[in-house]
């Protein structure tokens, strides 16, 4: 849905340069942000206290976590500006819509920058903590770091997502390796980029 837009969050996404608007959704807890805004080109979050924080897809960094009990889905996001700034948006009744729009627009901005560096041989590190060497993930051309372990990507007979989970299949391994979405910045861009680096290497 739309609704007109408040002066001071058109003149913030004016000066972000997020094009026109699109969509807005609003919260379903009193405690989150107040208002979500979306646009051609990112985000507008009004926070609790009438702040507002405009994101561009491309300083966009989403988390995404979704959990399921008893039938009951839960869809969460925190909304990051490569500047450290955040919003945190808890089981929003039109996480749904926006989950999907938002995913698709960072993806299309995300997904060519890292195919590029990872193909020049930069790995695209997703999680690496401080003292959890077990954290660490990692997309290489040659294949996946999840922990302590590295798999070629010659080796790895699927990549997918399952319950709010990223799931790697590896011959030879009876488990499959999982890691959590919620922990993994741009999920879906990271989950294309890892499937054409295991795509290309069944061809090859």
Not at 25 to 50: A, C, H, S, T, Y
Not at 113 to 118: A, D, E, M, S
Not at 165 to 173: D, E, H, M, R
Request: hydrophobic residues 40%.
């Amino acid at each position: 849905m739309t609704q007109p837009l408040p002066p001071a969050t058109q003149t913030a996404a004016d000066e972000a340069k997020l094009g026109a608007h699109t969509h807005t959704f609003l919260p379903r807890f009193k405690k989150e942000p107040q208002r979500l805004d979306l646009f051609d080109n990112g985000v507008v979050v009004e926070q609790q206290d009438g702040s507002l924080l405009p994101i561009p897809w491309n300083d966009m960094l989403v988390y995404e976590g979704i959990t399921s009990r008893s039938s009951v889905v839960s869809r969460n996001y925190t909304l990051c500006h490569t500047d450290g700034r955040s919003a945190f948006l808890t089981d929003w009744k039109g996480a749904r819509e926006f989950g999907p729009i938002i995913n698709t627009a960072v993806a299309k901005v995300w997904v060519p920058h890292h195919l590029k560096r990872v193909a020049e041989g930069t790995p695209w590190v997703l999680v690496d903590i401080a003292g959890k060497p077990k954290s660490k993930l990692a997309i290489s051309k040659d294949g996946l770091e999840a922990g302590r372990n590295f798999y070629p990507w010659a080796k790895v007979r699927s990549v997918g997502a399952e319950v709010g989970s990223l799931y790697v299949k590896v011959a030879g391994k009876f488990t499959p390796v999982a890691y959590p979405a919620v922990h993994i910045y741009n999920f879906h861009a990271a989950l294309l980029v890892a499937k054409h680096f295991h795509e290309r290497a069944q061809d090859s």
